[in-house]
């Protein structure tokens, strides 16, 4: 584990002590357990913008499921 500082505002301080003491976890235990959801979130808002993104890239007029190994491959 990584030590670390950060500056917290008056009002975040005193919701991360409330909820510690309700969740009956270290400050620490807490801010790790929220950063660690917030990550996940970003990493699956992250996939998602990414197949966004891809979608309507590429079409072809007459592509049929049957066919799509001629699409990926080519006609060989």
Same mark, same amino acid.
């Given at each position: 584990?990584?030590?670390?500082?950060?500056?917290?505002?008056?009002?975040?301080?005193?919701?991360l002590? +409330?909820?510690?003491? $309700? *969740?009956?976890?270290? @400050?620490?235990?807490?801010? %790790?357990?929220?950063?660690?959801?917030?990550?996940?979130?970003?990493?699956?808002?992250?996939? +998602?913008?990414?197949? $966004? *993104?891809?979608?309507? @890239?590429?079409?072809?007029? %007459?592509?049929?499921?049957?066919?799509?190994?001629?699409?990926?491959?080519?006609?060989g």
């Amino acid at each position: 584990m990584h030590r670390t500082q950060i500056m917290l505002e008056e009002h975040q301080y005193h919701a991360l002590v +409330e909820e510690a003491r $309700r *969740e009956n976890k270290s @400050m620490g235990a807490l801010v %790790r357990d929220l950063l660690n959801q917030g990550l996940q979130r970003i990493r699956k808002d992250s996939r +998602e913008w990414t197949l $966004r *993104e891809a979608r309507g @890239m590429f079409s072809a007029p %007459r592509s049929e499921g049957r066919n799509h190994d001629d699409y990926l491959y080519g006609d060989g």
